[in-house]
């Protein structure tokens, strides 16, 4: 049975993309056997509780991921990125993860990651033209 590929969904609803990921994760681990994947999530929130700074990723055999770190444009250069990221690193020791990989472009923060002591180890020129992608890792 050959089953049609449809339009693409500009929109998806969150739960098939995680249905997505779940399938991945669970093809992964058939193929390492590494079964330790965890996500990895912090969000500070202001008096009202809306999210005002955050980090999200996962840990997942000995690596930790970044996938996300976000601060609000009024709270940036006040050490919430900073801590943000050390609460991460600490997190990712206590689950057993020896290094922690994250991407970033060049108008986002590579000298933010540098600065504290990750180092970058690829990047794709023009990865959004005119911006280069950088691949950044931390052995932790």
Partial sequence: MDLPIPPAESEPRPEDV??????LYLYNVE????????????FVRDADGAIAAGLHGWTWGSVCKV???????????????TRLLAAAETE???RGCTRLTLDTYGFQAPLFYQKHGYEVIDAIDDALP?????RLKKIL
């Fill in 18 to 23: 995680r249905f997505l990921e779940d399938q």
């Fill in 31 to 42: 193929k390492t056997g590494f079964d330790d994947g965890r996500w990895l999530a912090f």
């Fill in 67 to 81: 996938q996300t770190l976000w601060v609000r444009e009024d709270l940036r250069r006040r050490g919430y990125g």
């Fill in 92 to 94: 990712a020791k206590a």
């Fill in 130 to 134: 005119p911006h280069h992608l950088y």
